[in-house]
């Protein structure tokens, strides 16, 4: 409770839990000396933009300048909390975070609640005694509106494994298996990539994972353990079956792929610190496979909104982060009639797993059904179905989401994405405690599609972070996305599969192969420009004059088009759609287009929404455009272009002065896979990302590349200091080559 005398408090939006429920067995006052950590949640310094497509993730450096805690806040905070008594044990600014620990009564007076120490058995019978209180959190005055979420007070289990066993198995398979089956893309084997997998219990035994991968004949996987919170690997427990399917599916999928574990509490902020761990570590993993979950009525406002938080950062960094969608049917095991979603998978920034059931021939692949998993009440179906909590997102829009069953349904964010194999019945062999077993649930579905994610990854040279919007595109109610096989049999209670998107198996399940083609075709990589190209950066990197119409272009008969299937005129490269949205009063933009062979980004004002012009795109850009029911396709421009696109500048005798002036583009210099030599976030101007230069100001030290033609230019830690010149180069979309070749 509010210490006397202390600092005015005033109430902590979204930190309400119900007073101490029926079930609890016994309740008692938590000792005012027992020693507890909370972790605080700070504000941004500002928000996130929206992800695009094709859009390069943030360096972290960046990352935590624009958009992680303020210095000042992180100050306020850690001091203010030193003299109320309470010890800083660690501060994040970038993950906006910061760890306190105290006595139950310093912490109480703080965030003027009380604490009870309560016992409950668990649905299998286990017995659980942990810390509860009841009723909203208050933080001091001086805090309001810096302090999002105090987490960790109580410190009740807040998810639970999303795994399922066997009653009988009909036929079961090893990861290898199915990435045959789901067509993993060939000659790629995850390396190069990091995958982090997020536990809130259990152990690995390296004994166990080095008899499995022995058995499928494969090298043991690289992987470490981090403890988060005081938690560490700790094998001898019921969960241990979770994390070894996770590691097994992963290992045997991506084998190349290192592989770091984060051990954390099983609460909300051990949740959530685990997630910012991963999401901020360096290396920044591909993927962060979740299998851990609970309703999202079950959680507070402010520790779904903070997981919601760190699991954005996640996606800004270049991570995309996979989450198990719940085995237990529509109603994710809460009996007030109605149905409900699993949290994180039903988070905006998560890409939602699924599950189903799926007869196929593990020596050949071939698929004879795939079904919606469900076994019936109590015997494990796949979650999904439609948030009550999160709007639907825009690139969702189209996909015929409907509104959730039961009394008082809207339309919101619609779980899963995607789908693969989760009923044990049908499940993946696995070796746990000695033994070699059968285990299935959406648990497995989550590091499938990590696994998939790295591969992809590593075929295309680029980070998928938040996938949906290419995964989506722009696939209408009803139709089949490309890379992937569409399920629209079966349902898990409240909702039903069918053709297209649908809340049991989200957009079906993947056809790795088509899938690495299809976000190929949707985010082209940048290659130099051959003819004459000029281009300059005004202050801010905006556009002072609207570029002149391009000449020459030779229209397509847009009824070639409409499949998506057709190809550039000169050969070689993907069809892609010109310039589809503008915002109203003609304020430019960038859009990629190809120029025969060549990407490139035509800046021109845009005043309403287009599709077709009748006369051709020169008339179109010269005169203006007009709404019409058919999309432009750009195959060839004569040589008299003026556009945006990545810039390609030789700086040189640059080493340790300061690039202040805006950048103009000169003649195309060679270089495949260098990339831009600008690290620090001091001084100098903003250049957007989609003009192809990391969004970051110009300013500090620049070196020439140093790394081995082998290795991959990513960091500052692969650029010396000591050379007399500075290569900037635009970044390419694939990594073939370091070797700067000016």
Same mark, same amino acid.
């Given at each position: 409770?509010p ?18 429920p +029926? ?7 938590v000792?005012p000396?027992?020693?507890i ?8 310094r ?7 497509p ?5 360096p972290?450096?960046?990352f ?6 303020d210095?000042?806040d992180?100050?306020?905070v850690?001091?203010d909390a030193?003299q109320?008594g309470?010890q800083? %044990?660690?501060?994040h ?10 006595t139950? @009564? ?8 009380g604490?009870?120490?309560?016992t409950?058995?668990?649905p ?6 942990h810390?509860?209180r ?9 805090w309001d509106g810096v302090?999002t979420a105090?987490l960790g ?7 639970r ?10 036929v079961?398979?090893?990861p290898?298996?199915?990435?045959? /089956?789901?067509r ?8 190069g990539?990091t995958?982090?997998?997020?536990e809130?219990?259990?152990g690995?035994?390296q004994?166990?994972l080095?008899a499995?991968? $022995?058995?499928l004949g494969?090298?043991?996987?690289s992987?470490s353990?981090?403890g988060?919170?005081?938690?560490t690997?700790a094998?001898g427990q ?5 994390v070894?399917?996770? /590691?097994?599916?992963? !290992?045997?999928l ?5 592989m770091v574990v984060?051990?954390a ?8 610190d +685990?997630v910012?761990?991963? +999401?901020?570590?360096?290396p920044t993993p591909?993927? /962060? ?8 009525d079950?959680?507070?406002?402010? @520790?779904r909104?903070?997981l ?5 950062d ?8 996979t989450?198990?969608a719940?085995?237990?049917?529509s109603n994710?095991? %809460? ?7 699993d949290?994180p998978?039903?988070s905006p &920034? ?5 599950g189903?059931r799926?007869e @196929? ?14 076994n019936? #009440?109590?015997a ?13 997102p ?7 989401v409907?509104?959730a069953?039961?009394?008082?349904g ?16 049908? !499940?993946?062999?696995?070796?746990? &405690?000695? #033994?070699d077993t059968?285990?299935?649930g959406?648990?497995a579905?989550a ?11 590593q ?11 290419a995964l ?12 992937f096989?569409d399920i629209?049999s079966?349902?898990?209670g409240?909702?039903r599969a069918?053709p297209?998107?649908?809340?049991c198996? !989200?957009?079906?399940v993947?056809?790795? $192969?088509e899938l690495?083609?299809a ?6 990589r940048p290659?130099?420009?051959s003819g ?5 950066l005004?202050?801010?990197?905006q ?6 119409p391009?000449?020459d +272009? ?5 009824e070639d ?6 190809e ?7 069809a ?13 933009f960038d ?13 021109v ?5 287009i599709a &077709?012009h009748?006369?051709?795109l020169?008339?179109a850009l010269?005169?203006g ?8 396709? %750009?195959?060839?421009v004569?040589?008299q272009v003026?556009v945006?696109?990545?810039?390609? $500048?030789?700086?040189e ?10 950048l103009v583009?000169?003649?195309?210099l ?15 101007r ?9 969004e ?17 230019v990513?960091s ?7 050379? $007399? ?6 970044r390419?979309?694939?990594?073939r080559?370091?070797r700067?070749?000016g």
């Open positions: 409770m210490v006397p005398n202390g600092p005015r408090l005033v109430t902590l939006s979204g930190s309400a839990r119900a007073d101490v +029926a079930w609890a067995q016994r309740s008692t006052p000792a000396d027992t020693d950590e909370v972790t605080l949640v700070l504000r941004r500002s928000a996130l933009p929206s992800p695009e094709g859009e390069p993730p943030m972290p450096e960046e935590a300048a624009r958009h992680g805690a210095p000042a992180l100050d306020l850690t001091t030193t109320l309470a800083v %044990v660690a501060a600014a970038g993950a906006r975070l910061v760890r306190l620990r105290g139950a @009564a310093v912490l109480t007076g703080i965030f003027g609640t604490l009870r120490e309560v409950h058995t668990e299998g019978g286990a017995e659980i005694t810390r509860y009841s009723g909203e959190l208050s933080v001091p005055e001086a302090v105090v007070l109580d410190d009740r289990p807040q998810a494994p999303r795994i399922a066993h066997p009653r009988a198995v009909s079961s398979y090893t290898p298996q199915l990435g045959q /089956i789901y993993f893309p060939a000659d790629t084997d995850g390396s990539q995958i982090a997998i997020i809130l219990g259990g690995y035994d004994r166990d080095d499995y991968f $022995t058995r494969l090298p043991s996987p992987v353990a981090v988060v919170d005081g938690a690997n094998p019921d969960a241990d079956g979770e070894m399917l996770d /590691i097994e599916v992963v !290992g045997g991506a084998p190349a792929s290192r984060y051990f509490p099983n609460t909300d902020a051990g949740f959530l +685990a910012a761990q991963a +999401a901020h570590a360096a591909a993927a /962060i496979s979740i299998s851990w979950g609970a309703s999202e079950s959680w507070t406002g402010q @520790a909104a903070a919601d938080g760190a699991i954005a996640a996606v800004a960094l270049g991570v995309t982060v989450a198990a719940g085995d237990d049917g994710d095991q %809460v009996n007030d009639g109605r149905a409900h979603v949290f998978a039903s &920034h998560a890409l939602a797993c699924g189903t799926l @196929a021939d593990p020596a050949t692949g071939a698929v004879s059904a795939e079904t919606v998993w469900n019936g #009440s109590g494990g179906a796949t979650g999904g179905g439609v948030s009550r909590t999160f709007e639907l825009a690139w969702q829009a189209d996909s015929g409907p509104a069953a039961g009394a008082g809207r339309v919101g964010r619609g779980v899963p994405d995607v789908a693969a194999v989760a009923d044990p019945a049908t !499940g993946y062999q696995v070796r746990v &405690h000695g #033994s059968v285990i299935g959406t648990s579905v590091p499938l599609w990590a696994a998939l994610v790295a591969r992809l990854n075929a295309t040279g680029r980070r998928l972070g938040l996938p949906q919007p989506y595109g722009r696939t209408a109610a009803g139709a089949v996305a490309r890379g096989r629209t079966g349902s898990n409240a909702y069918g297209g998107w649908d809340p198996t !989200g957009l079906g993947p056809v790795g $192969t690495l083609t976000l190929t075709r949707r985010r082209p290659e130099p420009h004459r190209v000029q281009a300059e005004a202050e801010q990197a556009l002072v004059q609207p570029a002149p391009l000449h +272009a030779v229209p397509v008969d847009p088009v409409d499949s998506g299937q057709h550039c005129l000169s050969g070689g490269c993907d892609h759609e010109f310039a589809a949205v503008g915002a109203a009063g003609g304020e430019p859009h990629d287009v190809r120029l025969g062979n060549q990407l490139v980004q035509v800046a004002p845009v005043r309403q929404r &077709h009748p006369g051709g020169a008339q010269g005169a455009w007009r709404a019409g029911e058919r999309r432009i396709v %750009v195959h060839e004569g040589v003026s945006h696109r990545p810039q390609i $500048t030789l700086a005798q640059f080493l340790d002065k300061r690039v202040d002036q805006p583009l000169v003649e195309p060679r270089c495949r896979c260098c990339h831009v030599a600008m690290l620090s976030s001091a001084g100098g903003a250049y957007p990302k989609k003009l192809g230069y990391a970051q100001p110009l300013g500090g030290t620049l070196g020439r590349c140093r790394a081995a033609p082998s290795a991959r990513r500052s830690a692969n650029w010396s200091a000591s050379a $007399t010149a500075a290569w900037i180069w635009p390419c979309g694939r990594w080559s370091a700067c070749d």
